[in-house]
């Protein structure tokens, strides 16, 4: 997913560029002079645990930017305001893997009860069947009984 961003230069300008998001990592940066920018591939810190933030105050400082990365590498902070509207910013968060329900652990647990429910369901639905079999082979085998009544008199 291609991202609209704005990198806070040393000099306090902001710097316009287009971030790759892939995997949960930053894949790919371009900028208007470099393109092909690969910080995933070279081993940058850069792209490794991302957290996305949001701002607090949004004016032309950040560019109207809701949404911005932190990084501080080798003492530097590196600040990167992105451009994206609330829907990819669920999306980025979901590619980053940040919700509880993309967890491992959770989805195991999840499967763990299903499972259990679903044989306990198969074990009362047997149970029922034989046992309306049974009472159905016990009727059949009582004799019926006719009382007749003898009038008095």
């Not at 590498?73 to 910013?89: A, G, P």
């Not at 639905?125 to 079999?133: D, E, N, P, T, V």
Request: proline share 2%; hydrophobic share 35%.
């Amino acid at each position: 997913m291609w991202v609209k961003a704005y990198i806070k230069h040393k000099s306090s300008e902001l710097v316009t560029c287009n971030l790759l998001f892939k995997h949960g990592k930053i894949q790919e940066v371009e900028m208007e002079f470099f393109k092909g920018i690969t910080p995933f591939e070279n081993n940058s810190e850069l792209a490794d645990n991302i957290e996305i933030l949001r701002t607090y105050k949004q004016d032309s400082s950040n560019k109207f930017c809701k949404y911005f990365i932190k990084k501080s590498i080798n003492k530097e902070v590196h600040i990167t305001y992105l451009d994206i509207s609330w829907f990819e910013y669920f999306k980025l968060q979901w590619q980053l893997k940040k919700y509880l329900i993309q967890s491992k652990d959770l989805k195991m647990e999840v499967l763990k009860y299903v499972t259990i429910g679903l044989i306990g369901f198969f074990a009362a639905m047997i149970y029922q069947k034989y046992k309306s079999g049974n009472q159905a082979e016990e009727k059949q085998k009582e004799p019926t009984k006719i009382e007749v009544k003898k009038p008095n008199g």
